[in-house]
């Protein structure tokens, strides 16, 4: 089965910035697509940022010039390096994989899911 563990999530100032981690196992990791997905109280599953195994980068809009996506195929484990954080972007953070190599930013399109980071920005 395919492993997929966060980590980095905390308490964090507006402002400031995080790191998150997504270490996989049991995946072809260099050539399968890759993303970060958060979910606040009441609301729906939301794309954050996408990479595919080409290294092709996507982002939503709400974070686009902030938040910045990144594999390293040797540790197999990717990043969201979030800055400029602001309250609304407290959420669980989840990563997730695919069988592929194609990104996308509907969450019925990954097959694999990790179990969240909590990141919580205050004001």
């Known amino acids: 089965q395919v492993h997929l563990v966060e980590s980095g999530g905390g308490l964090v100032q507006a402002g400031g910035s995080l790191r998150l981690s997504c270490a996989a196992s049991?995946?072809?990791?260099?050539?399968?697509?890759m993303a970060w997905f958060r979910q606040a109280p009441g609301k729906e599953r939301e794309f954050v940022a996408s990479?595919?195994?080409?290294?092709?980068?996507y982002y939503s809009d709400s974070v686009k010039g902030r938040f910045t996506i990144s594999r390293d195929n040797a540790k197999n484990t990717v990043y969201l390096q979030m800055s400029s954080l602001k309250p609304e972007d407290t959420a669980l953070y989840y990563c997730?994989?695919?069988?592929?190599?194609?990104?996308?930013?509907?969450?019925?399109?990954?097959?694999?899911w990790g179990q969240g980071t909590q990141v919580t920005v205050s004001s």
């Open positions: 049991r995946i072809t990791f260099s050539t399968n697509a």
């Open positions: 990479i595919s195994g080409t290294t092709n980068t």
């Open positions: 997730a994989a695919r069988s592929g190599s194609s990104s996308y930013s509907m969450p019925t399109m990954y097959d694999y």
